[in-house]
C-alpha cells in the first residue's frame, strides 16, 4: 500500500500543480505562446542540451575514475547516453543500469557502484545547494518556503559532512565505504568537476527564456536558475512537471511582456518547449548509444537489474534535462 501511495503520490503532485497554473494562466495563451519562439531557439537549446550530455559524462567520467573504476570517455558517453532513455522510462531501473554493467564489465561490487553513484547524485545537489544559497542573498524576491527548503538542506548537509569528518564505527559498512574514504577532499573534487553540467543547465534554460521574448537580466539567471534547478530534483513530482513551471512563473513571468498572466504564459510555454526539447533529444541519443556494443552490454544489465530496482517504483529523484 505504502508503495502504491509513493507511486501516484508525484503524479498527483505534478497534476495538482499545473491546475492552479493553468486556473491562473490561460492553457490557450500557452499554446499560442509556443508557436513564437525565435527561430534559432531549436539549433542553440540542441547545442545546450549536447553541452550538459558531455559535461554530465564528463563528471561521471572522473568521479568513477577516482572512486570505482577507470573507465574510456567514450565508454562513459556511451553509457550515459543510454541511460538516459532507460531513466525516462523508470529511473532507478536507470541509475541501476550503470551500476551493473560497470560490475559486470569491471569486476566492481555492486554495493561500491550504488555508493558512487550515490555520490554523483549527491554532489549535483549539493552544486545547486550552494549556487541557490548564492542566489538567495541577490535574488529580487525568493518564496519563503524556498528559504526553509535551503535551510532545511544546509542542516542535512552539516550532518552529513560531520559524519564524513568523524566517521563513526556504526557507518562502517560497505555501502558507506565510498562515501567515507572520499572525505571532504574528494567531495569537493567531485563537486568541481560537476560544475560545468550546471553551467550548461543554466545557459540551456537562460536561452529558452529569451527565445520567448522573456528577457531575465543575466545576473537575476545566474541568482535563481539554481534556486528553480533545487527544486525541480526534488521527488515529488514527475520529470519536475509542475514543480519547475511554478517556480519559473514567479522568478520570471515578470520580465516577459504583457501583464503577469501573459507573462506566465510565455514562461510556462518556454519552460515545456524545452523540456520537450531536451527530452526528444535524449531520447534520440539514447536509442543511438542503445546500439552500440556498450548499449547492447548495458541492456543486458537492465535485465538483470530491472526486477529488483522496479520494486522501488518511479518517484526518484529528477533528473534535469
Same mark, same amino acid.
Given at each position: 500500500?505504502?508503495?502504491?501511495? &509513493?507511486?501516484?503520490?508525484?503524479?498527483?503532485?505534478?497534476?495538482?500543480?499545473?491546475?492552479?497554473?493553468?486556473?491562473?494562466?490561460?492553457?490557450?495563451?500557452?499554446?499560442?505562446?509556443?508557436?513564437?519562439?525565435?527561430?534559432?531557439?531549436?539549433?542553440?537549446?540542441?547545442?545546450?542540451?549536447?553541452?550538459?550530455?558531455?559535461?554530465?559524462?564528463?563528471?561521471?567520467?572522473?568521479?568513477?575514475?577516482?572512486?570505482?573504476?577507470?573507465?574510456?570517455?567514450?565508454?562513459?558517453? $556511451?553509457?550515459?547516453?543510454?541511460?538516459?532513455?532507460?531513466?525516462? +522510462?523508470?529511473?532507478?531501473?536507470?541509475?541501476?543500469?550503470?551500476?551493473?554493467?560497470?560490475?559486470?564489465?569491471?569486476?566492481?561490487?555492486?554495493?561500491?557502484?550504488?555508493?558512487?553513484?550515490?555520490?554523483?547524485?549527491?554532489?549535483?545537489?549539493?552544486?545547486?545547494?550552494?549556487?541557490?544559497?548564492?542566489?538567495?542573498? +541577490?535574488?529580487?524576491?525568493?518564496?519563503? #518556503?524556498?528559504?526553509?527548503?535551503?535551510?532545511?538542506?544546509?542542516?542535512?548537509?552539516?550532518?552529513?559532512?560531520?559524519?564524513?569528518?568523524?566517521?563513526?564505527?556504526?557507518?562502517?559498512?560497505?555501502?558507506?565505504?565510498? $562515501? &567515507?574514504?572520499?572525505?571532504?577532499?574528494?567531495?569537493?573534487?567531485?563537486?568541481?568537476?560537476?560544475?560545468?553540467?550546471?553551467?550548461?543547465?543554466? #545557459?540551456?534554460?537562460?536561452?529558452?527564456?529569451?527565445?520567448?521574448?522573456?528577457?531575465?537580466?543575466?545576473?537575476? #539567471?545566474?541568482?535563481?536558475?539554481?534556486?528553480?534547478?533545487?527544486?525541480?530534483?526534488?521527488?515529488?513530482?514527475?520529470?519536475?512537471?509542475?514543480?519547475?513551471?511554478?517556480?519559473?512563473?514567479?522568478?520570471?513571468?515578470?520580465?516577459?511582456?504583457?501583464? #503577469?498572466?501573459?507573462?506566465?504564459?510565455?514562461?510556462?510555454?518556454?519552460?515545456?518547449?524545452?523540456?520537450?526539447?531536451?527530452?526528444?533529444?535524449?531520447?534520440?541519443?539514447?536509442?543511438?548509444?542503445?546500439?552500440?556494443?556498450?548499449?547492447?552490454?548495458?541492456?543486458?544489465?537492465?535485465?538483470?537489474?530491472?526486477?529488483?530496482?522496479?520494486?522501488?517504483?518511479?518517484?526518484?529523484?529528477?533528473?534535469?534535462?
Amino acid at each position: 500500500m505504502r508503495k502504491s501511495l &509513493l507511486r501516484v503520490l508525484p503524479w498527483v503532485v505534478t497534476a495538482g500543480l499545473l491546475f492552479l497554473l493553468f486556473r491562473r494562466i490561460s492553457f490557450a495563451e500557452v499554446v499560442a505562446d509556443t508557436r513564437r519562439a525565435a527561430g534559432w531557439m531549436l539549433p542553440v537549446t540542441f547545442l545546450c542540451v549536447t553541452a550538459i550530455y558531455l559535461a554530465d559524462s564528463f563528471a561521471i567520467w572522473k568521479t568513477f575514475g577516482w572512486f570505482l573504476t577507470r573507465m574510456s570517455f567514450k565508454d562513459v558517453l $556511451l553509457v550515459r547516453g543510454a541511460t538516459y532513455l532507460l531513466a525516462a +522510462i523508470n529511473y532507478n531501473v536507470g541509475q541501476g543500469a550503470i551500476v551493473y554493467f560497470v560490475h559486470r564489465t569491471a569486476g566492481t561490487t555492486i554495493v561500491r557502484g550504488i555508493a558512487t553513484t550515490l555520490l554523483v547524485l549527491g554532489t549535483n545537489v549539493l552544486a545547486l545547494l550552494f549556487l541557490a544559497t548564492a542566489g538567495l542573498g +541577490i535574488a529580487p524576491a525568493v518564496p519563503s #518556503a524556498v528559504k526553509i527548503l535551503v535551510a532545511v538542506a544546509w542542516g542535512g548537509l552539516t550532518v552529513y559532512a560531520a559524519l564524513i569528518a568523524l566517521r563513526p564505527r556504526w557507518l562502517d559498512r560497505p555501502v558507506f565505504e565510498v $562515501l &567515507l574514504n572520499a572525505g571532504l577532499a574528494g567531495h569537493a573534487r567531485a563537486l568541481v568537476v560537476r560544475l560545468p553540467h550546471i553551467a550548461a543547465l543554466i #545557459a540551456f534554460q537562460y536561452c529558452a527564456l529569451r527565445a520567448f521574448d522573456v528577457r531575465v537580466p543575466l545576473v537575476d #539567471a545566474l541568482a535563481t536558475l539554481p534556486v528553480v534547478f533545487l527544486v525541480s530534483v526534488l521527488p515529488i513530482s514527475v520529470q519536475g512537471l509542475g514543480t519547475t513551471q511554478a517556480t519559473m512563473v514567479f522568478f520570471f513571468a515578470q520580465y516577459a511582456p504583457g501583464d #503577469a498572466a501573459k507573462g506566465g504564459a510565455a514562461v510556462i510555454a518556454a519552460s515545456l518547449v524545452a523540456q520537450a526539447i531536451a527530452f526528444s533529444t535524449q531520447a534520440l541519443l539514447g536509442v543511438a548509444c542503445l546500439k552500440s556494443r556498450v548499449g547492447r552490454a548495458l541492456q543486458a544489465s537492465t535485465l538483470q537489474a530491472a526486477p529488483e530496482l522496479s520494486q522501488s517504483g518511479q518517484g526518484s529523484p529528477v533528473q534535469s534535462p
